[in-house]
């Protein structure tokens, strides 16, 4: 069976559980899931995964993600992007300066309020859910890390390019709406394309009609997702034992995290070694 990472190029218009769908079905493999999920008008990075590698999703959706973003002012919708319905207009369009010098006020870690188109759940049910029966609800605040904020351009008038480098659980959209909000006129997100997740970038991705071509042979090996750390190869066959039971090893290496190897050179865990003990922070035997 099929096993490994595929980056794709999300295209605009799909949902990230739509190219789910259409991956089991070139598969032929029913575990298949994706690390952080895009809107539908947004494109860009999707890492999805394979068969066993469906074990690391919960590792890559943790990590910071990269977005070029179009912001345009002077618009306000309920889904806070372009696809929304208008609450206000504006036509007092602050100038580049006056943007530049409210981003920093959205930097680092801050608060922001999910809109109510999400896939946040709140009772039991999810956000979306109650927006299309046409209720709001007050959200709790949540906490969100944005590292990047960067100005790239001025694309009109009344829109701007930015890059934004963040945590898991922000929402650009909202980040947009909030900027715009700052600034008194309003604002919304016009345009959206992941450039990096997981380690990945856009230069890693491919398209749906590439996997429809050329099928597997575009599989990603799991521990790719995890090139980053150095590798440890066992070598005594009682350690590699130890090991695929999930116990700890004994390694003359510096702490830190670690590829784990058996000694034919298939990556057994992702592990972190402390005080010369290797132990398992994920297993993907058979990955």
């Not at 590699?240 to 057994?268: K, M, Q, S």
């Amino acid at each position: 069976m099929p096993e490994g990472i595929i980056v794709i190029n999300k295209p605009q218009g799909w949902t990230s559980m739509d190219v789910c769908a259409k991956l089991r079905g070139i598969f032929h493999e029913k575990r298949v899931g994706h690390a952080g999920t895009l809107d539908p008008m947004a494109t860009g990075v999707l890492p999805v995964f394979v068969g066993a590698a469906t074990k690391a999703v919960s590792l890559a959706e943790n990590t910071e993600k990269e977005y070029c973003a179009n912001l345009r002012l002077g618009l306000t919708t309920d889904t806070q992007d372009v696809t929304g319905a208008v609450l206000a207009r504006s036509d007092a369009l602050p100038d580049e300066a006056a943007l530049r010098a409210v981003l920093p006020r959205f930097t680092g870690e801050i608060e922001q309020i999910p809109p109510m188109y999400s896939a946040v759940k709140v009772g039991g049910k999810k956000l979306y859910e109650l927006a299309r029966a046409g209720k709001e609800i007050e959200r709790k605040p949540r906490r969100v890390t944005v590292s990047t904020l960067e100005l790239l351009g001025r694309l009109a008038p009344d829109e701007y390019a930015l890059r934004i480098v963040c945590s898991k659980g922000t929402y650009v959209r909202t980040l947009c709406h909030d900027v715009g909000r700052a600034l008194g006129c309003g604002g919304a997100m016009s345009a959206l394309t992941r450039t990096a997740a997981a380690g990945f970038t856009l230069g890693d991705a491919v398209t749906i009609e590439d996997v429809q071509r050329e099928g597997a042979a575009l599989l990603r090996p799991t521990d790719s997702l995890f090139r980053q750390y150095p590798a440890y190869r066992i070598a005594a066959p009682a350690d590699e034992r130890r090991c695929r039971c999930g116990g700890p090893i004994g390694a003359a290496v510096a702490d830190g995290i670690y590829r784990v190897y058996g000694w034919d050179g298939t990556f057994l865990a992702l592990s972190r070694a402390e005080d010369g003990v290797l132990t398992s922070i994920k297993n993907f035997f058979g990955a």
